[in-house]
């Protein structure tokens, strides 16, 4: 195969990963079926490693994939799947359009800095905090930035069109909701987005071979690679065109080294040579006692990723799940996703990538600031202020690609109690007004809430907490503001509610009024 067609594929392959990956979080209709979701995000490096240790499915087939791929040919990954390498590239592309005369140059690796943030982000997970992943970790900021700037815009797009083509008797567009965007994500996305853009401009792919923790752990891993690029030294002529094209800044032209544990598979350096100096070599086939010995020590990490697992188990059961410190301070506990088994566990795995933010049909998930700690930061929480829980969706679950919401069937999922119910009888209308009301009975699915006899006609509602699987609909439905006469508190275990005698879905009510009668 002529070599030069590499970069060719690789262009092709990644503007396909990229616009894939970017439809999930920008798509207001959510129109990527679940199962597509699913496999798509199953190949992303960090997700699939986290999911592994709790769950397997298509995450275990897509860390099979980039591991093999990268054994064969080195770290392409991060030039075709990862969409922040595609991201980096157009910038790259942008720059060498504006300065056409932009060169990139060899930086000796900084193995030091980049293991020591690699390092850093393992032992957080260990101990129960994603911080450093959140931060750091390529698909989870790509999704944030999306969901956070980009979709607010397509949802305004779509609604324009639904707008304009309706008048035409055309319905392929409907309005879609705009979500509320947490003002700390907003500058946090924006933040970010400025640093990659300014590292990519400047410095080429610095981000991925100093910060990323994926290109850390491709980076070792490609250390054993079958198929390397090399310096055909009988060839080289020493010109430099390959080093001034590596956006990885890895290849040294005067001593005709090129480290391939940086090298991010972009294959502008093959394309660049005008005399083929640069080649992959032929495979390698033997392991040498060293690579044997790395590869117990990766089973071992995948092994360890499972201590946060039963870390949680152990911790939560020293946690309260009663919260008696009155409405404010419980209204500020996040109450996680069913699915996500315990606050510890879902603040453990996930990297806050805002996949399940998106996909949320209600629109109850809500990306958080520090409410979780700031081991939490952005991941997200239940805003019964914005939306309920669906009694019928386990939608979260299905797509979440790091296990942190792990997926429950409908009849599990209705019997997961995320939170539990408290209602204050003085601020209820039926008190408080002398009105009927009864939003908060009407709304439940599991009649968890329903009403008494109060006075005369009036009916006031009383609760069983047993059967409450705190999805919220109650607490939506309240019309008493600033408080709520009835909210739901957060279980940082969740637990098991009892089968409710009737189970019975009332209309599903538009998320868009204040108020859902
Ligand atoms: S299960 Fe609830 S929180 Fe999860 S996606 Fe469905 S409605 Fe949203
Ligand atoms: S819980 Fe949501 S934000 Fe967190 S990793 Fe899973 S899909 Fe992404
Ligand atoms: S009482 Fe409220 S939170 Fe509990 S199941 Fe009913 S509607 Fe959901």
């Known amino acids: 195969m002529n070599l030069t067609k590499l970069k060719k594929i690789r262009i092709g392959v990644s503007l396909f990963f990229f616009l894939l990956l970017s439809l999930l979080f920008i798509d207001p209709r959510n129109s990527i079926p679940i199962p597509a979701i699913e496999i798509i995000s199953s190949i992303q490096l960090v997700p699939a490693l ?8 298509w995450a275990a087939a897509g860390l099979f994939f980039i591991i093999i791929l990268t054994l064969l040919f080195g770290r392409v990954y991060c030039s075709t799947i990862c969409p922040l390498g595609t991201f980096q590239d157009i910038v790259i592309y942008i720059r060498k359009k504006i300065n056409k005369r932009f060169r990139f140059s060899y930086l000796k690796p900084s193995y030091a800095f980049h293991y020591f943030f690699l390092g850093l982000t393992f032992i957080t997970v260990l101990i129960g905090s994603s911080i450093f992943l959140n931060l750091l970790e390529p698909y989870s900021n790509y999704g944030r930035i999306l969901t956070t700037l980009i979709e607010p815009l397509t949802t305004l797009l779509n609604n324009g069109l639904a707008a304009i083509l309706s008048r035409f008797q055309i319905y392929f567009f409907y309005d879609i909701p705009l979500r509320s965007i947490e003002l700390s994500l907003m500058v946090g996305s924006i933040f970010f987005l400025i640093l990659i853009f300014y590292l990519s401009y400047f410095h080429g792919r610095l981000f991925c071979n ?58 502008n350096c093959i394309k660049s040579c005008p005399t083929d100096g640069i080649i992959y070599t032929p495979p390698q086939l033997k392991f040498s006692k060293h690579q044997t010995s790395f590869i117990e020590s990766r089973r071992l990490f995948l092994g360890s990723m499972s201590v946060p697992l039963i870390g949680s188990i152990v911790q939560n059961t020293t946690q309260s799940d009663t919260v008696k410190s009155g409405y404010w301070q419980t209204k500020r506990n996040p109450i996680s996703p069913p699915g996500s088994m315990s606050i510890q566990h879902f603040s453990t795995y996930c990297t806050a990538c805002s996949l399940c933010v998106t996909e949320c049909p209600t629109q109850v998930l809500y990306p958080s600031f520090v409410e979780y700690g700031v081991a939490g930061l952005f991941q997200p929480k239940m805003n019964y202020d914005a939306s309920y829980c669906n009694y019928e969706c386990t939608i979260c679950g299905d797509v979440c690609p790091t296990g942190a919401i792990l997926p429950l069937s409908i009849d599990k999922k209705k ?94 009510f538009d998320v868009k009024e204040d108020f859902p009668f």
């Open 415 to 508: 019997l997961v109690q995320i939170g539990k119910t408290v209602f204050i009888k003085e601020d209820c209308v039926v008190v408080a007004k002398k009105k009927d009301c009864a939003a908060c009975s009407e709304h439940c699915p599991t009649k968890a809430v329903y009403t008494v006899p109060y006075e005369g006609k009036l009916k006031l509602p009383e609760l069983n907490n047993d059967i409450c699987i705190g999805c919220g609909a109650c607490e939506h439905a309240c019309p008493t503001t600033p408080r709520k006469a009835i909210y739901v508190t957060s279980n940082s275990v969740h637990l098991q509610a009892q089968k409710p005698k009737v189970q019975k879905q009332e209309k599903v």
């Open 210 to 267: 100093s910060f990323c923790p994926a290109g850390a752990i491709l980076g070792l891993l490609s250390r054993f690679t079958i198929y390397k690029i090399v310096v055909n030294e009988k060839s080289c002529t020493e010109c430099g065109a390959c080093e001034k094209v590596c956006k990885a800044n890895c290849i040294e032209s005067k001593t005709k080294k090129i480290d391939f544990s940086a090298c991010i598979g972009c294959f």
């Open 50 to 57: 986290l999911m592994i240790s709790v769950s397997f499915g």
